[in-house]
């Protein structure tokens, strides 16, 4: 993967991540933890979407891996979408050096950490 | 054309550079972990439900940075602390700094899949800093 192609795949996972938040970020018990993590993703998606000449464009819906019906499925929407960030940062984290690296590898933890936050179990390679 | 004399050649250790530096630490700090977590549950028991499933994760890292679990029988750290509440304290410690130093080993790897392993470590171990503090 090369490092552009791994910055990419960060834009859209974010975006992913971004649309999830504004889907069921109502839904959650937390709602000021939902709001900041939603405020963190667009941050951290425009961080990485700049160092791209042309970056993915967010599509206008993604199939949800759960559907947000209740607290508990928004939660669990939430805790998966945030440990599906983790392998693609460490991608990222792979291919790039230096800042961005530190960079990637500190967001790769704040997303597994986000995901125990919304209730799941750690795992040995978040993902 | 005459060739040029090339400097000495780097030994294959050398050459690893950072990575085989890396490596070897990455997973003496899981191991030293593996063991602090055994000998807490060891002594408190009721902490095993808890910790179990975070400690065979630590297995798992250590066997993706191609270490091996301490022999049977290695002494234990002499340091158990007092209380369960006292030994949580103490692993969640532990925790945040393997997370740290997970992220400072990824940054000097030089390896790019040895640093997308550490990558997802330092991850797993932020992780866990969250979930030993509870909900």
């Known amino acids: ?99 961005e690296r530190r960079r990637a590898v500190i967001a790769a933890q704040v997303c597994a950490t986000r995901a125990v936050g919304w209730g799941v179990p750690s795992q040995a390679f978040p993902s | 054309m005459p060739l040029l004399a090339v400097a000495a050649c780097a030994s294959p250790a050398d050459s690893a550079g950072p990575a085989a530096a890396t490596a070897p630490a990455s997973a003496a700090d899981e191991a030293a972990l593996i063991e602090q977590y055994d000998a807490i549950i060891s002594a408190f028991p009721t ?9 065979d994760q630590h297995a798992a890292h250590l066997a993706a940075l191609g270490g091996a679990p301490a022999a049977p029988g290695t002494p234990v750290p002499s340091a158990v602390p007092r209380t369960a509440q006292e030994a949580v304290t103490a692993l969640t410690a532990a925790e945040k700094a393997a997370s740290v130093m997970r992220l400072e080993d990824c940054v000097a790897a030089t390896d790019p899949q040895q640093a997308r392993t550490l990558a997802l470590i330092a991850a797993s171990e932020a992780s866990h800093v969250a979930e030993m503090a509870g909900p």
């Open chain 2, 47 to 55: 902490l095993a439900i808890r910790l179990a499933t975070i400690r």
């Open chain 1, 1 to 99: 993967m090369t490092l552009d192609e791994a910055r990419a795949a960060v834009v859209r996972g974010e975006d992913a991540a971004i649309y999830a938040y504004s889907i069921a970020g109502a839904r959650v018990p937390g709602r000021r933890r939902a709001t900041s993590a939603l405020d963190a993703h667009r941050a951290a998606r425009s961080n990485v979407a700049a160092r791209l000449s042309r970056p993915p464009e967010p599509s206008s819906a993604y199939t949800l891996p759960i559907r947000p019906d209740s607290p508990d499925q928004a939660r669990a929407l939430l805790a998966a979408v945030e440990n599906a960030l983790v392998p693609v940062y460490s991608d990222l984290a792979s291919a790039s050096t230096g800042d």
